[in-house]
């Protein structure tokens, strides 16, 4: 089999080879978009353009309804032929032939925008024509929903970069970006009505850079910030619509908003004043469920909506310490005027009347599983980043589902504890750990048929606390992000095969994307961050060659769960109720 990630469904390879013509001709019963038609150029090296009236067509694209929903069926011999059912079946033909291309394929445009991938310019020539091998492929994914959350909250990421994170999730097949705009520490999205979100929420004085194993807090000593326009947001939306991915926006509430309050104090319990978080983890300093508050989000989503397409706006939910609203008078009457038991229950009334205003607009509202509550529209999708237990509550629940689990599905943990992993963040997950997940539990899948909510998919998350650099962002992301991929689309998985064909063809393809994924056998020279391993605590040494052995991931068997977790770093379930980045329950 080629070294194709994900693995597709069937391959039968085929004597020969077929070799890319100059001009290569095409006749097609969809539309090729002209990101299409643009990256066949660079992939194939060749001139793409219709076939001529009466002469046969080198590549030809044909619907047969029969093909399963983004499936694609691929042939190779003396041409290449694409049988689809949808647009999106083609759009995953594409990207299966792009690696079938070769690593060129995968290799940036030279010009003065190089580091973007979709530079109009033409491919710089290989040495010899392309030349395909003969095949022929049958494929569709196993989750129609296959999702990766890119925290752009904690560190801002510079527009360029996450063009090129979405070029290359949408090369392993996966079809939707969550990005996580608004936290404590940051609110990365203009919202011209209120300028002062972005002229104060987007910067902070400082960020935490490591804790030592007693606890201590260790700060960079520099200022950080930034945001997207909504033009910046309107072209990352378009760059990824063409690519197959759907980019899904949050605004988190009534949680992880000190940002939001530090730009406009009234929004939150009794106007306290306060600065941009600089620190990780929980805080206590949550929105007022006042009347204000909910017309200002009103408004702010209606501004999210009018930048994002995608069916779902997620308004996050999660991690909502209740202590001020205990404490606030003003709060427990309004409680008391709802009719609502407890403040606890204005979390999910105040969720709902979002919900309620989203789904005005034609959308459907995305939470994280603790907005689950009878207060909350059954409409809505979870995400639901516990362990499965999260998942099967969700769907038991009523609510259509995402498998996002903390424990197998984030990819800001350590690959494995060696001192000379390049992180500070603590818990561990291992690339065979992740690719040997198997989420649809018999009790999930019970919950699932007893209410008929929907196992929507799964999706991996990239918190960013810990991820400062494009350096360390790439080295968490890859190859881990390869092998999610491939749990969320390959029907028969083999964690061998995987690394098998990692190491004979799909790794020269990351390297030609510029990618700094992490390597097999441990960090190279140039990833090593030794100071942090000083401020964390752990013990330095150079590394051997016994020692890189026993970085590699086959070399990791252990499974960590979520009980093997020393709370204190970023344990999402330590004793004290840390947040996913780690660092305590805070007061600003």
Same mark, same amino acid.
């Given at each position: 089999?080629?070294?194709?990630?994900?693995?597709?469904?069937?391959?039968?390879?085929?004597?020969?080879?077929?070799?890319?013509?100059?001009?290569?001709?095409?006749?097609?019963?969809?539309?090729?978009?002209?990101?299409?038609?643009?990256?066949?150029?660079?992939?194939?090296?060749?001139?793409?353009?219709?076939?001529?009236?009466?002469?046969?067509?080198?590549?030809?694209?044909?619907?047969?309804?029969?093909?399963?929903?983004?499936?694609?069926?691929? +042939?190779?011999?003396?041409?290449?032929?694409?049988?689809?059912?949808?647009?999106?079946?083609?759009?995953?033909?594409?990207?299966?032939?792009?690696? +079938? #291309?070769?690593?060129?394929?995968?290799?940036?445009?030279?010009?003065?925008?190089?580091?973007?991938?979709?530079?109009?310019?033409?491919?710089?020539?290989?040495?010899?024509?392309?030349?395909?091998?003969?095949?022929?492929?049958?494929?569709?994914?196993?989750?129609?929903?296959?999702?990766?959350?890119?925290?752009? #909250?904690?560190?801002?990421?510079?527009?360029?970069?996450?063009?090129?994170?979405?070029?290359?999730? #949408?090369?392993?097949?996966?079809?939707?970006?969550?990005?996580?705009?608004?936290?404590?520490?940051?609110?990365?999205? !203009?919202?011209? !009505?209120?300028?002062?979100?972005?002229?104060?929420?987007?910067?902070?004085?400082?960020?935490?850079?490591?804790?030592?194993?007693?606890?201590?807090?260790?700060?960079?000593?520099?200022?950080?910030?930034?945001?997207?326009?909504?033009?910046?947001?309107?072209?990352?939306?378009?760059?990824?619509?063409?690519?197959?991915?759907?980019?899904?926006?949050?605004?988190?509430?009534?949680?992880?908003?000190?940002?939001?309050?530090?730009?406009?104090?009234?929004?939150?319990?009794?106007?306290?004043?306060?600065?941009?978080?600089?620190?990780?983890?929980?805080?206590?300093?949550?929105?007022?469920?006042?009347?204000?508050?909910?017309?200002?989000?009103?408004?702010?989503?209606?501004?999210?909506?009018?930048?994002?397409?995608?069916?779902?706006?997620? *308004?996050?939910?999660?991690?909502?310490?209740?202590?001020?609203?205990?404490?606030?008078?003003?709060?427990?009457?309004?409680?008391? !005027?709802?009719?609502?038991?407890?403040?606890?229950?204005?979390?999910?009334?105040?969720?709902?009347?979002?919900?309620?205003?989203?789904?005005?607009?034609?959308?459907?509202?995305?939470?994280?599983?603790?907005?689950?509550?009878?207060?909350?529209?059954?409409?809505?999708?979870?995400?639901?980043?516990?362990?499965?237990?999260?998942?099967?509550?969700?769907?038991?629940?009523?609510?259509?589902?995402?498998?996002?689990?903390?424990?197998?599905?984030?990819?800001?943990?350590?690959?494995?504890?060696?001192?000379?992993?390049?992180?500070?963040?603590?818990?561990?997950?291992?690339?065979?750990?992740?690719?040997?997940?198997?989420?649809?539990?018999?009790?999930?899948?019970?919950?699932?048929?007893?209410?008929?909510?929907?196992?929507?998919?799964?999706?991996?998350? *990239?918190?960013? !606390?810990? =991820?400062?650099?494009?350096?360390?962002?790439?080295?968490?992301?890859?190859?881990?992000?390869?092998?999610? #991929?491939?749990?969320?689309?390959?029907?028969?998985?083999?964690?061998?095969?995987?690394?098998?064909?990692?190491?004979?063809?799909?790794?020269?393809?990351?390297?030609?994307?510029? *990618?700094?994924?992490?390597?097999?056998?441990?960090?190279?020279?140039?990833?090593?961050?030794?100071?942090?391993?000083?401020?964390?605590?752990?013990?330095?040494?150079?590394?051997?060659?016994?020692?890189?052995?026993? =970085?590699?991931?086959?070399?990791?068997?252990?499974?960590?769960?979520?009980?093997?977790?020393?709370?204190?770093?970023?344990?999402?379930?330590?004793?004290?109720?840390?947040?996913?980045?780690?660092?305590?329950?805070?007061?600003?």
């Amino acid at each position: 089999m080629p070294a194709l990630v994900p693995r597709p469904g069937t391959v039968r390879t085929l004597t020969g080879q077929t070799r890319v013509p100059a001009v290569v001709g095409y006749s097609t019963e969809l539309s090729l978009n002209p990101w299409a038609l643009d990256s066949l150029q660079h992939w194939l090296d060749a001139h793409v353009q219709p076939a001529e009236a009466g002469a046969p067509a080198w590549l030809r694209v044909v619907r047969d309804a029969a093909v399963p929903a983004e499936g694609y069926r691929l +042939l190779v011999q003396n041409g290449v032929r694409i049988t689809v059912s949808d647009a999106s079946g083609l759009t995953n033909a594409l990207h299966t032939l792009r690696q +079938l #291309a070769g690593p060129e394929a995968f290799a940036p445009r030279s010009g003065p925008e190089a580091e973007l991938p979709d530079v109009r310019q033409p491919a710089p020539s290989r040495p010899q024509p392309v030349v395909l091998d003969n095949l022929s492929i049958e494929d569709h994914p196993r989750f129609g929903f296959r999702g990766v959350h890119l925290d752009v #909250a904690r560190h801002f990421i510079p527009l360029a970069e996450v063009l090129r994170f979405i070029d290359a999730a #949408a090369a392993h097949k996966l079809n939707a970006l969550h990005l996580h705009l608004t936290d404590d520490q940051g609110w990365r999205i !203009e919202i011209p !009505e209120f300028p002062q979100l972005t002229s104060v929420g987007a910067w902070r004085a400082d960020s935490t850079l490591a804790y030592g194993h007693d606890g201590q807090q260790h700060l960079s000593g520099r200022p950080h910030g930034g945001y997207y326009t909504a033009a910046d947001l309107r072209e990352m939306v378009a760059f990824a619509r063409a690519r197959g991915i759907t980019v899904i926006p949050e605004i988190d509430v009534p949680g992880h908003s000190v940002a939001a309050i530090a730009a406009y104090p009234e929004l939150g319990v009794d106007a306290p004043e306060v600065d941009v978080w600089t620190d990780w983890g929980v805080n206590d300093c949550i929105l007022d469920p006042s009347d204000y508050t909910l017309d200002f989000y009103r408004r702010v989503l209606d501004a999210v909506m009018d930048i994002f397409d995608a069916p779902i706006i997620h *308004i996050g939910g999660d991690e909502v310490p209740y202590e001020r609203w205990h404490a606030s008078g003003t709060v427990r009457q309004r409680a008391a !005027e709802l009719g609502l038991d407890s403040v606890e229950l204005l979390h999910g009334w105040f969720l709902g009347q979002l919900v309620e205003h989203i789904e005005a607009r034609g959308r459907r509202a995305g939470v994280w599983h603790e907005a689950v509550s009878p207060a909350l529209p059954r409409t809505a999708v979870v995400n639901a980043w516990g362990d499965t237990g999260t998942v099967r509550d969700a769907l038991a629940a009523g609510y259509d589902t995402t498998i996002s689990c903390c424990s197998h599905l984030y990819l800001d943990y350590r690959e494995c504890d060696h001192p000379e992993e390049p992180s500070a963040c603590g818990p561990l997950l291992s690339t065979e750990k992740l690719y040997d997940f198997d989420p649809l539990t018999a009790e999930v899948l019970a919950a699932a048929a007893k209410t008929g909510a929907q196992i929507t998919g799964i999706q991996a998350q *990239i918190w960013t !606390e810990y =991820l400062d650099t494009p350096d360390i962002r790439d080295y968490h992301a890859y190859p881990r992000l390869a092998a999610f #991929a491939e749990l969320a689309w390959s029907h028969c998985r083999n964690y061998a095969d995987f690394m098998q064909r990692l190491k004979s063809g799909h790794l020269t393809r990351l390297a030609a994307a510029g *990618i700094g994924f992490r390597p097999l056998a441990g960090p190279s020279p140039h990833q090593l961050r030794p100071e942090l391993a000083v401020l964390c605590g752990r013990q330095a040494e150079r590394m051997t060659d016994a020692s890189a052995h026993r =970085l590699a991931p086959a070399a990791v068997p252990q499974r960590v769960g979520l009980e093997d977790l020393a709370p204190g770093k970023c344990d999402p379930h330590g004793a004290a109720k840390l947040g996913r980045g780690g660092g305590a329950t805070g007061t600003v």
